[in-house]
């Protein structure tokens, strides 16, 4: 399909699709373009900067509107920092408010090299979900999924809701290495900010990075907390469901995994701050396991305060097995687990100079030597493994673990 548009346009097009240009300026969040690719789900704003001809495929959805769809307080925010460099931006709004698009728009305008920061352990865009991703761009991007990852955080969680403790650390590991960085420092956030515990999180995060200013699509209500500048701007971005959600991770994970193959590590030479494997329980201990759960127990292992069961089948237990197992195990964490359920489980890698290399999903196990097979597309020496709490199934769609 050939579209003749007049300049000051703005084509709303819906993905997946793909657009050519064959005549004229055409732009995506102040990104010149001459063809992109948008994905399933992903909804772009292309203006013609003048007198624009463009290809896109005939099943395609289109808007035209007239003028920019670009809001005035976006321009007037690059404006007030053109003149400047090197300052630090945190963004705060609720998902799907475009805080990734105000992120992108930053990168293209501003002049120099922008660190750009991804928080979003869900909705992750510079790096996979369940992890924290630290991008070098120098602009010229139609999104932030489009910068160069150099390093990161792995989280474990696609939610901060009940792991704010474990993110929080994952935040001040991200301090440490953007401050190495020079740049423009680019803050995208989660979109968790409703309730008492979100703005808490929001508030210890800010706290931590210390940015220069807070870019708010809503007013935040610790304000009087904050000592920074804070800028309004205008939402623009559409809602997505929980199922397009759901499927821009698995799209994520399938990225991350291009190009894998099998390799295999020996637990016992690597660094954890949580291994579900853990050492194993005696004999006698597992006897007594087995007799109290009435199956078959394949492996348990205990960690400092926690107990990882492996069985044949799933099993389900009750509230009052659970606390026998506990209280003769002394422990905290219960983690039941059944063959099958180790299979996918997501586990992430940093180097020994503590740079994040990507994550990886479990094959298979040898309890009696520790070994573990890994399929993933992370290459160089390993020296730390972190386990997430869930797995992958084939559609790359989560399945949590069971933890009491």
Known sequence: MILEEKKNTTLII??????????????????????????????????????????????????????????????????????????????????????????????????????????????????????????????????????????????????????????????????????????????????????????????????????????????????????????????????????QRSSYRAEKYSKFLEGASIIELNLKNLKSRWNPIGDRISRDELEILKDILDTEVVYAGKGSYSLSIVTVSKVEVGREVVRSIKEMFGIEDLLMLSKDDLDGLVVGFYAKDGRYLGFGLIRNIDFEKGLVEIQTSVSGEIARIEFAEFRLDDNRREIFLRSY
């Open 14 to 243: 819906k993905g997946p699709s793909e657009i050519r240009v064959i005549k004229g300026i055409v732009s995506v969040f102040g990104c010149r373009i001459d063809q992109l690719s948008i994905a399933k789900e992903k909804t772009i704003p292309v203006y013609l900067e003048e007198d624009s001809t463009i290809e896109i495929p005939d099943n395609t959805f289109y808007i035209p509107v007239n003028g920019s769809t670009i809001p005035e307080s976006w321009e007037k925010l690059v404006k007030k920092f053109r003149n400047k460099s090197n300052e630090s931006f945190f963004i705060y709004g609720e998902s799907d408010s475009g805080k990734s698009s105000i992120a992108a728009y930053l990168s293209n305008r501003l002049d120099g090299k922008k660190v750009i920061v991804d928080l979003d352990i869900g909705q992750a865009s510079v790096s996979h979900p369940a992890s924290m991703g630290i991008g070098i761009t120098d602009g010229r991007i139609t999104s932030i999924s489009d910068v160069r990852v150099v390093d990161g955080a792995f989280v474990g969680s696609i939610s901060p809701v009940g792991r704010e403790t474990r993110c929080i650390n994952a935040v001040m590991e991200i301090r440490k290495k953007i401050r190495k960085l020079e740049g423009w420092k680019i803050i995208d956030s989660t979109g968790w900010i409703r309730g008492r515990r979100a703005n808490e999180y929001k508030l210890a995060k800010i706290s931590i990075l210390e940015p220069t200013a807070i870019i708010a699509f809503k007013t935040p209500p610790f304000l009087d907390f904050i000592d920074c500048d804070v800028f309004m701007l205008e939402s623009f971005a559409g809602k997505r469901s929980k199922n």
